[in-house]
């Protein structure tokens, strides 16, 4: 049986097995079983994973990123955590059980005519109200760790927007360089023919051939980045290399022109990084009041019961009552106050920093947006499509005689960056609006 070339390397690999040995068969020759088994499981082996492609927008990709992550993030911040330091700030102290014995050893007496067993079992009762601090202080640290964790998505939510808005970027530059490429490959092919024929001179079939190989180097160049771009989204989201993704949501112009004194009214109410803080706060001032408690001392009340020995003077059981009352003299929990009361400080000044750090990213996000907004919407306004019209028409004129070559590749070259600034002020003004989004703490509607 005679096979083409073409048509062998375009089997797959995981038919490399059953091709030899049917080739072996034609020729008479014959495998024996283990060959053919070691055979066809080296190809098995060889075969290449199904390529799979994954349709996802960029709402799915946020999704995507945080299902696939949301476990590690939570354990990494110590949610789970700061749960069990609640439970384990509501609850009692243990009492205490002690059993002894006593006996007299004078005028003939011993542990087995004179000996007394006694059980007693204390309680610490804590006063001022200690517990109760102790479980307002750890209810706000979890509400604290689940503020700081919802920031670290907020902040990880904005990379992945950004990492799917680079890739999108990249599709349209390779989109817009293989245009340039296939118009002036065709331009190419023309002017060769015009060459050969004596119509045009070779320095000027130089000048466009460079111009070809030009934009095929911005071609690679794209596609390099393109690669590079859909590897940290891959990375983000936890998808294998295999995967090819193809992204649905549209890389377009939408405006929005939000409201700045709302925007931080809302980002100064709703942003995690801001409750974080203040609950950090309200942690710090139970933690104060605690400490003043301390400087109550706490009750032990204690109970027991004695059992004489069968030779004792009156040979009965006795019950014990005693209360423990710590005098503080010279302990008042002093230290402890003053450093929550530092800690309080501390609280109140990182508080009064992150408000003021919203404050300036909200306000330096808006005004980055309207800047962006302005150019994106000054190329709208006719210049993207001068640029290309001017293009069609300097090239129509080269063709006719009307135009020299200089005037063709000027204009290509200038259709060519005006399109690739256009691109760049839409992801700028796309970035600019997910800052602004980062900024409040939430997603600005259109």
Same mark, same amino acid.
């Given at each position: 049986?005679?096979?083409?070339?073409?048509?062998?390397?375009?089997?797959?690999?995981?038919?490399?097995?059953?091709?030899?040995?049917?080739?072996?068969?034609?020729?008479?020759?014959?495998?024996?079983?283990?060959?053919?088994?070691?055979?066809?499981?080296?190809?098995?082996?060889?075969?290449?994973?199904?390529?799979?492609?994954?349709?996802?927008?960029?709402?799915?990709?946020?999704?995507?990123?945080?299902?696939?992550?949301?476990?590690?993030?939570?354990?990494?911040?110590?949610?789970?955590?700061?749960?069990?330091?609640?439970?384990?700030?509501?609850?009692?102290?243990?009492?205490?059980?002690?059993?002894?014995?006593?006996?007299?050893?004078?005028?003939?007496?011993?542990?087995?005519?004179?000996?007394?067993?006694?059980?007693?079992?204390?309680?610490?009762?804590?006063?001022?109200?200690?517990?109760?601090?102790?479980?307002?202080?750890?209810?706000?640290?979890?509400?604290?760790?689940?503020?700081?964790?919802?920031?670290?998505?907020?902040?990880?939510?904005?990379?992945?927007?950004?990492?799917?808005?680079?890739?999108?970027?990249?599709?349209?530059?390779?989109?817009?360089?293989?245009?340039?490429?296939?118009?002036?490959?065709?331009?190419?092919?023309?002017?060769?023919?015009?060459?050969?024929?004596?119509?045009?001179?070779?320095?000027?079939?130089?000048?466009?051939?460079?111009?070809?190989?030009?934009?095929?180097?911005?071609?690679?160049?794209?596609?390099?980045?393109?690669?590079?771009?859909?590897?940290?989204?891959?990375?983000?989201?936890?998808?294998?290399?295999?995967?090819?993704?193809?992204?649905?949501?549209?890389?377009?112009?939408?405006?929005?022109?939000?409201?700045?004194?709302?925007?931080?009214?809302?980002?100064?109410?709703?942003?995690?990084?801001?409750?974080?803080?203040?609950?950090?706060?309200?942690?710090?001032?139970?933690? #104060?009041? &605690?400490?003043?408690?301390? !400087?109550?001392?706490?009750?032990? @009340?204690?109970?027991?019961? /004695? =059992? +004489?020995?069968?030779?004792?003077?009156?040979?009965?059981?006795?019950?014990?009552?005693?209360?423990? #009352?710590? &005098?503080?003299?010279?302990? !008042?929990?002093?230290?402890?106050? @003053?450093?929550?009361?530092? /800690? =309080? +400080?501390?609280?109140?000044?990182?508080?009064?920093?992150?408000?003021?750090?919203?404050?300036?990213?909200?306000?330096?996000?808006?005004?980055?947006?309207?800047?962006?907004?302005?150019?994106?919407?000054?190329?709208?306004?006719?210049?993207?499509?001068?640029?290309?019209?001017?293009?069609?028409?300097?090239?129509?004129?080269?063709?006719?005689?009307?135009?020299?070559?200089?005037?063709?590749?000027?204009?290509?070259?200038?259709?060519?960056?005006?399109?690739?600034?256009?691109?760049?002020?839409?992801?700028?003004?796309?970035?600019?609006?997910?800052?602004?989004?980062?900024?409040?703490?939430?997603?600005?509607?259109?």
């Amino acid at each position: 049986m005679q096979y083409d070339a073409r048509a062998m390397k375009a089997q797959r690999c995981r038919c490399v097995g059953l091709i030899a040995c049917c080739s072996l068969l034609a020729m008479g020759l014959s495998l024996p079983a283990s060959a053919a088994t070691d055979l066809s499981e080296k190809a098995a082996a060889t075969a290449a994973p199904a390529a799979t492609t994954l349709r996802i927008s960029l709402d799915d990709a946020v999704a995507l990123f945080l299902r696939q992550n949301l476990d590690l993030l939570m354990a990494k911040f110590g949610i789970e955590s700061a749960k069990g330091q609640q439970i384990t700030a509501k609850l009692f102290p243990n009492p205490t059980v002690s059993i002894g014995t006593l006996s007299a050893y004078t005028q003939g007496r011993n542990i087995g005519n004179s000996g007394q067993l006694f059980g007693q079992v204390q309680q610490l009762f804590e006063l001022a109200g200690k517990r109760g601090y102790r479980i307002e202080s750890a209810g706000f640290g979890t509400q604290s760790v689940e503020a700081a964790f919802e920031d670290a998505v907020r902040q990880l939510t904005f990379t992945v927007k950004d990492a799917y808005n680079r890739t999108q970027l990249a599709q349209r530059r390779l989109a817009l360089a293989e245009e340039n490429r296939d118009r002036f490959s065709r331009i190419l092919d023309v002017n060769t023919i015009r060459f050969k024929k004596g119509y045009i001179a070779e320095v000027d079939l130089i000048r466009i051939r460079l111009q070809f190989i030009d934009f095929q180097s911005q071609v690679i160049q794209s596609i390099q980045e393109g690669d590079t771009a859909r590897g940290d989204l891959r990375q983000l989201l936890r998808v294998s290399p295999a995967t090819g993704l193809e992204l649905t949501s549209e890389f377009d112009y939408k405006r929005i022109d939000p409201d700045i004194n709302r925007l931080r009214t809302m980002a100064l109410d709703a942003r995690p990084d801001v409750r974080s803080k203040r609950f950090t706060m309200s942690q710090r001032e139970a933690e #104060l009041k &605690l400490a003043r408690a301390y !400087r109550i001392p706490d009750v032990t @009340v204690g109970g027991g019961y /004695a =059992v +004489q020995g069968s030779k004792g003077p009156d040979n009965q059981g006795q019950l014990a009552l005693n209360l423990g #009352l710590p &005098l503080p003299l010279f302990n !008042r929990n002093q230290g402890g106050i @003053v450093q929550a009361e530092v /800690a =309080v +400080q501390s609280a109140e000044a990182d508080l009064s920093k992150t408000l003021n750090q919203v404050e300036n990213e909200v306000d330096v996000a808006y005004r980055n947006l309207l800047q962006s907004r302005r150019l994106v919407e000054a190329f709208l306004g006719g210049v993207l499509d001068d640029a290309r019209s001017t293009f069609t028409i300097v090239e129509r004129a080269y063709e006719r005689g009307g135009a020299t070559i200089l005037d063709l590749l000027d204009a290509a070259r200038t259709s060519r960056t005006i399109q690739q600034n256009y691109f760049e002020a839409l992801f700028s003004y796309q970035r600019h609006v997910i800052q602004l989004e980062s900024a409040v703490g939430q997603e600005i509607l259109l």
